[in-house]
């Protein structure tokens, strides 16, 4: 096995308070890996630590062997670190097919080229559209983002990552807003996805998280308490009290 | 990645394909656009008295659409923009008080010398709110003012350069005294530049100046180098605003400190927002309206026209967000729903 995301003793504080505490994580190549822990844990603090949106205080990121904890957001981006977002990031104005052709268009490289419309660049129309056709999405192609409904725009923030081709796929609480019986579509999308993109997934609802998961690391006021499968983190005293404490009190 | 589901089945490829065919005629000039770059040569033979003004229409024109390609597309606004128009008014002035008349050469090195001061300015603007934009530009182009008042022997400071010698434009086309060779060029210029934009804004690049507009922060997560592409507008902006500065001064063969003032770059925000934003035909149908509108105005009460600048602007503001052009898109837009949602041949 070979870890192609990795933290070496990542830590981040924000004044006094330590939001993440000397977290050694290891994402192993094609893993269905989740992140799991109680609210205020540091989860998504984690996430921005590997994409690059924060900087730790201290530790390593390392993708791929490649040391990239001084490398910037879009670069890791490029390099196929990709993330999607917990509370919607998308692009109100612009439609559906728009904002993905965009996206590829990035990937390909096309961004610094001014003269051609992107209307006009085949390759990344056609890939924008074959990725709307697979996640359900092109009978909305023309339709303005903001005029979508909740769970529809959650398949456009997958379609804009898809989109840049991700190696390593940070999943913040995909199904987060979306009634359960969209999120179970949601699922069926994230679990079709090919074994060559690497998946860490940061989910609430633990239902989802044991259908899905096969390596899950649980993680408590900022640290790594654990990491397992499913069936071991299910059982595991300390992770059912810090659950059952956080819902009772 | 045609793992990524089931292989894609020969009908849906089709439907892929059809569906594609709108997008891919969406940069297609429309109609009405055709029918908008009528104007300027019907202009030209309806006003035959009034060129002077219809000049300054379109470097105003010019002026507005180098504001929008960094306030309208990348979303940065800016209180100071006449600092570039007035370096490239300068350049033109100077060039031409050392014989260097010739008008081409001039907006290539007016474009130059503003594209610079661009360049180096636009790192002030990257970490910035909209606030600190505002005040930042602003103080730009107050020190380069003050600069340009304080160094009268090199710009002859208040009372500028008067009596620019500029060159027949290709060594054929004297500016005459009627300034109809002045709004030819000005048009011309006007034309080829905005061909520019449109195709600017339609790329990839100006995509990713929308989807920066509209949400910076995701757009790292899309592989882009967020501050790389503000500079490069912000510099493109610039160089644009040096040409229309250019042609200002080569078809008044004049520059005053004026060129360099707060109102100008204040008239030219509230020139592209009365037209609307984000569009290219924004800032041109603001300039047309904004400069015939003083022109009358101002002949009908010369003290006071700013007073029905004033209750357009409010009026604007409270009734008619997105300029001009916005409404009039959001009346076009609810009229087509309206004509959907009627029963196909009803005959209620």
């Not at chain 1, 998961?213 to 071991?232: K, M, N, Y």
């Not at chain 2, 292989?7 to 029918?35: C, G, M, N």
């Not at chain 2, 300034?179 to 030819?184: K, L, Q």
């Amino acid at each position: 096995m070979n870890a192609v995301l990795q933290t070496h003793g990542l830590v981040r504080t924000f004044g006094g308070f330590v939001a993440t505490d000397h977290v050694d994580l290891a994402v192993q190549a094609g893993a269905r890996h989740a992140l799991i822990g109680p609210n205020g844990a540091g989860k998504t603090t984690l996430i921005n630590l590997l994409t690059g949106y924060l900087a730790p205080t201290e530790g390593r990121v390392t993708l791929m062997g490649e040391d990239v904890t001084r490398m910037p957001q879009h670069a890791r981006c490029r390099k196929g670190l990709v993330r999607t977002f917990q509370i919607n990031q998308l692009f109100g104005d612009m439609t559906v097919l728009e904002s993905v052709a965009m996206s590829v268009s990035e990937r390909l490289g096309l961004g610094a080229s001014w003269f051609k419309p992107l209307a006009a660049c085949g390759e990344a129309v056609d890939e924008a559209a074959v990725i709307l056709q697979r996640l359900g999405l092109l009978s909305d192609a023309y339709e303005t983002t903001r005029n979508l409904a909740y769970g529809r725009q959650r398949l456009i923030e997958i379609a804009l990552a898809l989109a840049q081709h991700p190696k390593v796929l940070l999943l913040d609480e995909p199904a987060a807003g979306v009634p359960t019986s969209e999120s179970r579509e949601l699922f069926e999308v994230i679990a079709q996805l090919p074994r060559d993109v690497t998946i860490l997934l940061i989910e609430h609802d633990m239902d989802l998280v044991f259908r899905f998961a096969e390596r899950i690391s649980v993680l408590v006021s900022g640290a790594l308490l654990l990491e397992d499968t499913p069936e071991v983190i299910a059982n595991h005293p300390r992770v059912r009290e810090v659950y059952l404490g956080e819902a009772h009190g | 990645m045609t793992s990524l589901a089931s292989p894609v089945a020969a009908d849906s490829a089709t439907a892929i394909h059809d569906s594609l065919r709108r997008f891919r005629r969406s940069a297609d000039w429309k109609p009405l656009e055709y029918l908008f770059w009528c104007l300027p040569v019907a202009a030209y033979f309806l006003f035959p008295g009034n060129y002077l003004l219809l000049s300054q229409i379109a470097v105003t024109s010019l002026f507005a659409l180098s504001l929008d390609l960094i306030f309208g597309y990348a979303g940065i606004i800016s209180l100071g923009h006449a600092a570039f128009f007035g370096v490239g008014a300068y350049t033109v002035g100077l060039l031409g008080m050392r014989g260097m008349g010739d008008p081409l050469t001039g907006l290539v090195l007016a474009a130059l010398f503003a594209a610079i001061l661009g360049f180096f300015s636009s790192f002030l603007l990257l970490r910035g709110s909209d606030l600190a934009r505002l005040m930042v530009t602003l103080g730009v182009a107050l020190m380069l003012y003050e600069l340009a008042n304080k160094f009268s022997g090199i710009t002859g400071g208040v009372d500028g350069i008067p009596g620019i010698e500029i060159k027949p434009v290709l060594g054929l086309f004297e500016f005459d005294l009627y300034g109809r060779t002045g709004y030819i060029y000005a048009v011309v210029v006007l034309f080829v530049l905005f061909w520019i934009a449109r195709r600017i804004v339609h790329s990839p690049f100006g995509q990713s100046l929308r989807g920066i507009q509209m949400n910076a922060q995701r757009m790292p997560a899309l592989s882009v180098p967020v501050n790389r592409r503000l500079v490069a507008v912000y510099t493109l902006g610039a160089a644009y605003a040096g040409v229309a500065g250019a042609v200002l001064a080569q078809t008044n063969q004049f520059v005053s400190l004026s060129v360099l003032g707060f109102e100008n770059s204040a008239d030219l925000l509230l020139i592209l927002i009365l037209g609307g934003t984000g569009r290219l035909y924004g800032g041109l149908i603001g300039a047309i309206v904004f400069i015939v509108a003083k022109h009358f105005l101002s002949d009908l009460n010369p003290q006071y026209w700013q007073f029905w600048l004033g209750l357009a602007l409010v009026l604007l503001v409270m009734y008619a967000r997105g300029g001009i052009l916005g409404t009039a898109s959001k009346w076009l837009e609810k009229r087509r729903q309206r004509a959907q949602s009627r029963p196909v041949g009803g005959a209620a």
